[in-house]
């Protein structure tokens, strides 16, 4: 998921707009001013001093206009590795063999991380089974799902966070860790989803923003969820599929917003389909979008089915549309069916 930015370069990474780079530029200062108080120690280390020296040049492109461009090939860095690494002074394209090693190793790693963060394969509790679909365009993901039980049932997050690769990656995995920490406090789902927005807003830099789906539901049916800016979910039943709109704005934008709560009762039989604009803005050769009315369409084709017939059906249908090309953005979608 993109979001549009207001100036400055334009890059593979995305827009490097003004407010990042004022936040880089207090970042910078900040670690300039611990690096002279720990280099002047008398145990300090010369690292310190070669640290500082590299933090006073990002601070002088910065100063000239050049920060964020390769000082190779003078194309635009990616923006996501800048606001994880503002020293950084080479795109992608021309890191050394050493670094473009050590790059890919940290990308390794990541992606078994997140791994480890997406529920079982097989979740069922409680008359409720779920099956999702978790596929990254890269090695990492800026796509967030996840099932939590409680004492009355369960709680189902499916989010998109704002870009791609490993900034965005960073982000999923901690909105994991936020939502699984309030999920212990037995929270009202508008007063989890405005906590967990005020975490975000306070621990992000601007421009990162998240939408999500967050939702409980019980043993005999009901559904409780939020909506923060997310793609429409859909109640798929014998009788109809019906769209369900968000209702508030995504995670991050504003710190005080409220998140208003909607009901659903399925009954035995229902499912709940939940996706990321990894399906709906996938392209075809001529570059129109999937779309959420297609979504809509194969849902009601696919009512009866059970949810891995449900998916299998989605991707079968996006592979087809796409004409196999290159994944473009991450892809997740969740299948909730309440079997009795």
């Not at 090939?73 to 394209?93: K, M, Q, V």
């Not at 963060?117 to 008359?127: E, H, K, M, S, T």
């Not at 979910?233 to 508030?248: I, K, M, N, W």
């Amino acid at each position: 998921m993109d979001f549009p930015g207001t100036k400055q370069q334009i890059s593979d990474g995305g827009p490097m707009v003004t407010t990042e780079l004022s936040y880089l530029r207090n970042e910078l200062e900040i670690r300039r001013q611990r690096l002279l108080e720990a280099s002047s120690a008398q145990a300090a280390d010369a690292s310190l001093r070669q640290l500082l020296a590299s933090v006073d040049a990002a601070l002088s492109r910065l100063d000239t206009g050049t920060f964020g461009i390769c000082e190779q090939c003078h194309d635009s860095i990616e923006a996501d590795r800048l606001l994880s690494d503002p020293l950084i002074r080479f795109c992608l394209d021309h890191l050394s063999q050493e670094e473009q090693r050590a790059l890919e190793n940290d990308l390794a790693m990541a992606a078994r991380i997140q791994r480890t963060l997406l529920p079982r394969r097989d979740w069922a509790i409680d008359g409720w089974k779920a099956r999702y679909h978790y596929q990254p365009a890269n090695m990492v993901s800026g796509d967030y799902c996840d099932l939590i039980e409680s004492n009355d049932g369960f709680l189902f997050l499916l989010g998109d966070v704002a870009g791609k690769g490993v900034a965005a990656s960073m982000l999923m995995s901690h909105l994991h860790a936020t939502f699984r920490t309030l999920a212990e406090q037995n929270l009202p789902l508008p007063i989890l989803m405005e906590h967990a927005n005020r975490l975000f807003c306070e621990s992000t830099t601007a421009g990162q923003f998240a939408t999500m789906i967050v939702g409980s539901a019980t043993p005999d049916g009901n559904v409780e969820y939020v909506s923060a800016g997310h793609l429409p979910l859909f109640h798929v039943s014998s009788a109809d599929v019906y769209p369900r709109e968000a209702t508030g704005v995504p995670l991050g934008m504003f710190s005080s917003t409220h998140f208003p709560k909607c009901e659903v009762k399925l009954a035995p039989g229902d499912k709940l389909l939940l996706y990321t604009d990894g399906l709906t803005e996938t392209a075809d050769a001529s570059g129109k979008e999937y779309g959420v009315a297609r979504v809509h369409e194969l849902a009601k084709r696919y009512a009866a089915a059970e949810p891995q017939e449900l998916l299998s059906a989605y991707l079968n249908e996006l592979n087809l549309f796409s004409a196999s090309a290159k994944q473009a953005d991450d892809l997740t979608l969740m299948v909730l069916h309440r079997t009795h």
